[in-house]
């Protein structure tokens, strides 16, 4: 006898939620799934779920992230469970086992593959963690080339906690996929979440009785002016109250018994100087008992292994129970950080938005020292989105009965903040959509491997072109309503959505063509398509394409020695923060290559190209000489002494690095005709993978 379709299924010695159940169902029957469910909620089982189903079948199974952070902790997790032959990981940073069944990968990684016609026999699915990174400004492109050029027989699994437009999204994945796509929703979550403001005025309060005591001071600040301009009121200067901050919460979490929590601030510096700050302020630990003397053991350890890298103030801030997270932050560091949250031997955790990404740690509370965040081009209030991938880690399953999610914000701004707290509230994400906007090396790749009318089938496969679509239908729907109407206006109007229609439809296609003639105009494609140098070079280069290729093409690349060769590649795959200032003297030679680089970023091909992808290069003459001192064996440490800045730039460094060994990797690709260079640069490549560069983390 079948079981029901509604009987609840058990994995792992877990029975498993309705949501959970469905997604299974569906995979197993052979079709995709989209999963959108709550931070907590529970959507990594149906991801390994699918992975062991590949194994135990003698399938593969790819598992995608955004993030390296993320891919490494689920390449822990995955060998952990599966076995270390089993799984295999590849990051660009990292090799691992290519070969194993279960690879581990970045979603550009997976592009890369495909587009090069790497595809793997017998791939059964690919785990798309975080899936509405697609409409990401960056990056979201190469989510769409995966799901356009993946072969149709495997199966899709997307898992998002944010994804508001989740019908339309799995109503495109159908038509580019071409097959059944299972949209499961849970709106629930495990553990409901609970909103708090806080200020001077009124301690940690509910949104409702905030804006009644906001309301009620407001008005008596507006009875004061009259009354002063009345001349009743002779105060000249009203004493104004001190900004709420990270210990005024600090004090309410401690005496709400809300530890573990997570404290965001958007700036690097800020959660160093937050986290020290409480940590001059508790004089002794927030840990008792058994957890202070795991902790202690551990720390002890962590010197040993950490050496000059875990300093003795770090140290002692750890042993309190409080510690910071960022990306710049050292990549052991890091790791040690993360492996103390995960064991619950920190109760304070300040950190930036990378800590609220994907990496499963939760926390009784999460606190907010603002709304607001530099989005790369303005300080805005943070999405709907990103607000609630942050106050999603707030509450743990199994351990608490809610989570409680806690705003600073003092009076003097709460009017201009009122209506996104509200928007938070009320929890509904900005829809998905497209940033559709292929890469200089995808265009060559796809013009060298496909004919125009399938290159056009392919880019109209995108979601922009999918949306596009549907907007031209809907204008050409109107316009034929209006068409037969007297009035001039309502012609006019049907004109006007007629253009606008024609000017939806191809749009994808046109700005595709119009970057293959940016491609023939500045003589990298010849005028009968086929390919010269420049296409040549640039088939093999993702970063920073156009600006490596003019180096290339310059020849002045083979002059250079090696260190001073990886030297020019960090100052054009990485820049230093603004408040670092390099206590140092670059020689006249890394002057000289600085200059030059300089020169060529900013070339009229550079720059027209730049502006065409709407990408932006990389150029910090500074890292030229770091970079070069890396390569001569020079240490991490000793690199960090020669820089002033108020923060660790340890992780700024090493990401560097390993950005620069990738472009490495693929300039020996271009030379692979020359073994003298493609030789040098495989040593040069070992030479700079080593201490902090190789871990990984």
Known sequence: MSEPESAPLVYRGLTLDAFQCTAIRALDAGRSALVCAPTGTGKTIIADWIVERALSTGKRVNYTAPIKALSNQKFRDYTKLYGEEAVGLVTGDLVIRRDAPCLVMTTEILRNMLLGDDEPEDLLAVILDEIHFLDDRERGTVWEEVL??????????GLSATLSNRR?????????????????ECHERAVPLEHFYMCQETGMVSPSEYDRRWKRQRRGVHKRQRERRGGRDKRRNPRRRRKTGHLDIYRAMREQRLFPYLYFVFSRR??????RGLGRQVRGSLLQGEDRQRLNQRLAQAELDLGES???????LLSKGIAFHHAGLHVSLKALVEELYEAKLVRVLYCTSTFALGINMPARAVAFDSIRKYDGR?????????????AGRAGRRGMDAEGHVVVRVDFEEYEEERPHLARYRQGKSEPVRSSFN??????VNLLEQHEAERIRTIVNKSFLAWHLSKQSEHHLRRADELADARTRKQQKEARRLRRRAESSNDRCWREFQGKVEYLKGIGYIAEDGSFNAGAKVLRHLQISEILVCELVLSGWLEDLEPDLLFGLLCCITNELPRQAKPAYRSSHEERRIAGIVRQIRYSDIVLGGEEMSGA???????????GACWARGTSLLDLIDVIRCETDLSGDLITGFRRAKDLIGQLRDVYADDDGRVTMLRTLAKTVSRDEVEVVG
């Open 438 to 443: 292929l890469s200089w090396n995808s265009i």
């Open 310 to 316: 875990l300093e003795p103030g770090l140290a002692h």
């Open 378 to 390: 303005q300080v805005a209030p943070l999405p709907t989105r990103g607000f609630m991938q942050k």
């Open 168 to 184: 339309e999204f799995a109503s495109w994945l159908c038509h580019v996929r071409e097959s059944e796509v299972e949209v499961v």
């Open 148 to 157: 356009i050029y993946l072969p149709k027989q495997v199966q899709i699994v």
């Open 270 to 275: 800020d959660t160093e100087v937050c986290a």
């Open 616 to 626: 932006r290069y990389s150029f910090d003459a500074d890292l030229v000489h770091l």
